[in-house]
């Protein structure tokens, strides 16, 4: 009779046959990706206004266009301030993981969502940073899900762009944010690098900022002279000649981002659907968006912890998911940074913890009389990792140490 130890090893065996068999099962369905297109944010001293189509476009693994469907908001108010437009990635079949099947919008409106229920207004450098970070989380997740068993080893398309177009001191801005995905040194990975443009400021002088499939949106921009059959634009080369764009409406600016909407999806059929609008002019945003079916939700639930006081306990902060910590206050207490973005909070007389290599510790934190320890398994040549390291007044550094929490 076979003792326990070789039993266990053939249920292990016979669970592991079926885990392949469950992923070879699986493989078979072939795997979509959804893209978005055209986004354009027009401005001067007048005002902004923020335009996007509704349109994401189906691909298979390869690249090839399958289908197209025009109900997607790409346009979303943050703040009576701040919009925020996306393009590029949209979502992608997990087929290894369904649950991870979930459009970048939900993530998107889930933190709207948490900022209302918590009567929390960010300021605009926050919103930046905030959104980045839960979007590369996502991303992250669910392309090394995909890349990992073979789902999707050309990467490109996960390639993701986000404009946050607002106000902020009475000042009109305007930023791009590029996350880039590529294959890690050692090819067994995806990792994502976030470029930053910005922000620009919208004052005398007429500026725009494109995001997506920019070609033709880019062309009529540069070279209205082109395209004066459009009055619209032929306003828009007039205006140029004359003051440099700077008395251009928001009226006006409306109807050239529509007018190039209209024919840059005559160009390209992956641009179209009902046009998003958001136009800025005195007090606060204005959006016209046409109501659209719910996305998906993220499996992906982030925690927000805003304006609490910690005092003392051996942690404060201990989250297995990822998570918004900010403008909160830390004293005599531990804190575990895995998972977590931490912007605008003081840590007083702390321990502060880094186990792994996905974080973010915003340079408007204010740290006193901490102690940082750093686990074994932390790419401490890492730029996240070097910036906190060498950008905080840490009482002691602790590298190399066997974290168990």
Known sequence: MPDEGDRMKRISLVLAIMFCLTLM????AEPKFYHGTLNLILGNKQGLVVATDSCATETDRQGAVIGRTYNHQKLFKITKDVVITIAGYNSADVPAATAFTSPAASLILQYVEELKSKNYVPAYREIIDSLSYIITF???AVANVNYITDFQPDVKG???????AGKYH?????T????????ASDGKHVEFKTFIQGPIEAKDKFIFVTAGWTKKADDILKNPSRYTSFPAIANYANQLGKDAGEHLTTADMKDIAKTIMDIASNDYEGIGGPTQIAIFDSKEFITSIPYFPPPKASPIRFNYLVRNSFIGGKYAIKSSSAGLVIANNFEDTGIILDNLYYFGNTLRNCTVYLSNNKFSFHILN???????IIGRDVDINSSAVKFLISNFHWKTVEKGVDLKF
Not at 158 to 164: G, K, L, P, R, S
Not at 366 to 372: A, H, P
């Open 25 to 28: 099962t699986v493989a078979r």
């Open 158 to 164: 996960y390639e993701f762009h986000m404009v946050i």
């Open 176 to 183: 791009k944010i590029i996350v880039k995905p590529e294959i």
């Open 366 to 372: 204010t740290v006193e009389n901490c102690r940082l």
């Open 138 to 140: 996502h991303l992250d």
């Open 170 to 174: 009475d000042n009109l801005l305007i």
